[in-house]
Nanobody, 123 residues
Framework: QVQLVESGGGLVQAGGSLRLSCAASGLTFSNYIMGWFRQAPGKVREFAADISWDGGSTFYADSVKGRFTISRDNAKNTVYLQMNSLKPEDTAVYYC????????????????WGQGTQVTVSS
């Protein structure tokens, strides 16, 4: 059974930083692209960042580019999202997701999802 468990969310002031972690189990982690998505209250879930199976390639939404950094540790089956210079508009539930490297699904469709972790940025 595949499980993705996020942690590291919380309340932070604008300009502050948080580091999210997502621990994966039940899958061969290095066979998966990993992504972070977020959903703000009353809004649809949106893509934030993703990382290739080996960490060699990353991609970011314009809204987080230059402030967020995605990374992974395949030895620990964990993906991270370092969030700096946080803004109130970054407030959302953050989800990690996994997608098989051979998947033919559209870019933002993933195979497995975590339960999410709340990030709240106060002004």
């Amino acid at each position: 059974q595949v499980q993705l468990v996020e942690s590291g969310g919380g309340l932070v002031q604008a300009g502050g930083s948080l580091r999210l972690s997502c621990a994966a189990s039940g899958l061969t982690f290095s066979n998966y692209i990993m992504g972070w998505f977020r959903q703000a209250p009353g809004k649809v879930r949106e893509f934030a960042a993703d990382i290739s199976w080996d960490g060699g390639s990353t991609f970011y939404a314009d809204s987080v580019k230059g402030r967020f950094t995605i990374s992974r540790d395949n030895a620990k089956n964990t993906v991270y999202l370092q969030m700096n210079s946080l803004k109130p508009e970054d407030t959302a539930v953050y989800y990690c997701a996994a997608k098989g490297v051979r998947s033919t699904k559209p870019m933002y469709e993933y195979d497995y999802w975590g339960q999410g972790t709340q990030v709240t940025v106060s002004s």
